[in-house]
């Protein structure tokens, strides 16, 4: 995968929590956005898919709310919405990844 690809879609997941609210509404465009991010390759390290999503579990607590009921019907969303770090861990990290690229 090129680092180019990557580094549009964490942009556009940072656009998507400044931009969408925090409702049962914007739950489509982030399950959306989740299945595309979990499509993308990396070669050289594992995709920051955890560090999103504990970022995702404190900016937006109601859309994860809502993923995690879904979860309940959807494997993936289950296991993504079952893993989770400190917020303040998972934005070093992902600041980390980006300046690593």
Known sequence: MQNREL???IAKFQTMLD???DTKQSVHEFRNFLRYFLRLKSSDQPLPTVEMISILKVQKPN??????????????????TETSVSAKIAEER?????QSR
């Open 7 to 9: 580094e549009q879609a």
């Open 19 to 21: 931009t969408y609210p």
């Open 63 to 80: 859309v994860f709310h809502f993923l995690k009921q879904q979860g309940k019907t959807d494997m993936v969303l289950g296991m993504l």
């Open 94 to 98: 992902l600041e980390k990844y980006l």
